[in-house]
């Protein structure tokens, strides 16, 4: 049996009624994320431990680092 997924909003979300964020569903053994404005459209999928590097490699790229993860990270 599988289970649904118990999805919960970005805390940074926004104001208003906070539809300009991603929704995060998880699991023992993988992460998922949608978009909440479109919540019925395609979601990324990650194993748990891959999830913290896609994080710090957004964080990244986003403070203008360069963005050149350890090719373990990728494989994870």
Do not use: Q
Request: proline share 9%; net charge neutral.
């Amino acid at each position: 049996m599988v289970t649904p997924y118990i999805w919960r909003k970005s805390s940074y979300s926004g104001g208003g009624e906070g539809n300009a964020c991603v929704e995060i569903a998880d699991s023992p053994t993988h992460i998922s994320i949608r978009d909440s404005k479109a919540p019925a459209r395609a979601t990324l999928t990650f194993p748990a431990g891959a999830f913290a590097p896609f994080l710090e490699a957004l964080k990244a790229t986003s403070s203008g680092d360069v963005l050149d993860p350890p090719a373990a990270t990728l494989r994870a």
